[in-house]
């Protein structure tokens, strides 16, 4: 619907679930997106005995990392661990397999040992965690836009209420 609109249009109102959404197109510009360096890897080894339904259930239900933990609990003899770690300790093997896919998407492999082992990629970053500074930076830079929109909304609201009287 949006990708139809001219700069300033406003789309039809859209059903959602509790209340009706509306867009408007306010401006198009190109994107600067940068090749990230990605040097952290969050990725899960589930090791299960080999079930096709169960490879099936999965396949159905799951849909991000935590939802794994589930799984985990219904399988005997499994065996699962998340890994958040950097990509260069990670074994040539195991990279090239985690290299397939994208975040929040998963493998079957099936094993020897009557196994079978999942492979699933839950997120890749630059860094290994924010600092303090960094998160204050963020906290910051939200509350400024919230005081921003609360002070637009207010003056808004002041010029609805104006009664301008000329003489």
Request: aromatic share 8%; hydrophobic share 40%.
């Amino acid at each position: 619907m949006v990708a139809g609109l001219a700069v300033g249009e406003v789309t039809e109102p859209l059903p959602i679930p509790g209340g009706i959404a509306i867009f408007q197109l306010r401006d198009l510009r190109e994107s600067r997106n940068r090749e990230m360096n990605i040097k952290f890897l969050d990725y899960i080894q589930f090791a299960f005995p080999k079930n096709s339904k169960f490879n099936k259930e999965i396949e159905r239900d799951v849909i991000v990392c935590d939802d794994i933990y589930r799984f985990h609990k219904k399988a005997k003899g499994s065996n699962l661990i998340r890994n958040k770690t950097k990509i260069a300790a990670i074994s040539k093997s195991l990279k090239t397999k985690l290299e397939l896919l994208d975040a929040n998407e998963f493998s079957f492999e099936n094993r020897e040992d009557n196994k079978t082992t999942l492979l699933m990629v839950c997120e890749r970053s630059e860094t290994e965690k924010l600092s303090t500074e960094e998160i204050k930076k963020i906290n910051q830079s939200i509350a400024n836009k919230r005081l921003f929109s609360l002070a637009n909304s207010y003056i808004d609201n002041l010029r609805q209420e104006a009664v301008v009287v000329f003489k």
